[in-house]
């Protein structure tokens, strides 16, 4: 099937469909499904073809294929956000399809893959940020974690370090999502900066639990040395 089309239509896309569930690898589907929650439907399409696919859409006429319906299945998601993060070179333009996105998340999976693959972020912090502390606000779980992802996957500098610790810390969820989101961002910051994300550490008002799971995150990490692991070991309430 060419993918590199000049226009998109219903008929189009279900062709798509029809080759993704020829392609289906059925014990990969039972595998994920034991680690994504909820009862979306899964194809069973590994992310590396899923990636070929978005790449071979992006182009072509990209803009059409987004807009199309059709959220039945995880892989749909998956296929929208690469193409969205490929193609999309005006953060304006961004920032609505981004908008637009969050409703159709409903798993972790989605969530990570739609935030890494936003690379135009990267280029745009400045402008994006703002969303990212609207979404830190919302009272959808998954906007949240998205928020939280986007800043590890975009915003891991020094310029940005203290800010995104101090907004990670604000956040009050029950979520499971959410709070695995808030101790990896703090045990990523501890592997790229770990003077100041310990100083951080020291003073830090996170729940015993992702204060916890962010130790235990970094101490399992290959970046952080063995010195450091042990210090971390020290720490936990």
């Known amino acids: ?31 994920q499904k034991g680690l994504i929650p909820g009862d979306e439907k899964m194809i069973g399409i590994r992310m590396p073809r899923l990636r070929q696919l978005g790449k071979e859409i992006s182009k072509g006429n990209w803009k059409a294929f987004i807009s199309l319906g059709g959220a039945d299945y995880i892989e749909e998601k998956m296929l929208k956000a690469i193409v969205a993060g490929l193609s999309i070179t005006d953060i304006r333009e961004f920032i609505t399809t981004a908008e637009d996105f969050i409703p159709l998340i409903g798993n972790w999976a989605v969530c990570d893959a739609f935030c890494s693959g936003a690379k135009i ?22 906007a949240v ?37 808030q101790a990896w961002l703090v045990s ?3 592997a790229r900066f770990p003077v100041k994300t310990h100083d951080y550490l020291t003073r830090s ?3 015993d639990w992702t204060f916890n799971k962010a130790l235990q995150k970094a101490r399992e990490s290959f970046r952080v040395s063995d010195e450091r692991k042990y210090i971390l070991l020290g720490m936990k309430r």
């Open 145 to 181: 974690r998205a928020g939280i992802v986007m800043i590890i996957s975009h915003y891991m500098t020094e310029d940005y370090l203290i800010i995104a610790l101090n907004l990670c810390e604000r956040i009050q969820s029950d979520n499971y999502y959410v709070r695995m989101a």
């Open 188 to 190: 990523e910051a501890y």
């Open 205 to 207: 008002l996170l729940d």
């Open 121 to 142: 972020v990267r280029k745009h912090q400045e402008e994006f940020w703002p969303v990212i502390e609207k979404w830190l606000r919302s009272d959808n779980p998954w």
């Open 1 to 31: 099937m060419d993918l590199k089309k000049t226009e998109w239509l219903n008929t189009d896309y279900h062709h798509l469909i029809e080759l993704l569930k020829s392609e289906a690898d059925e014990k990969y589907r039972d595998f």
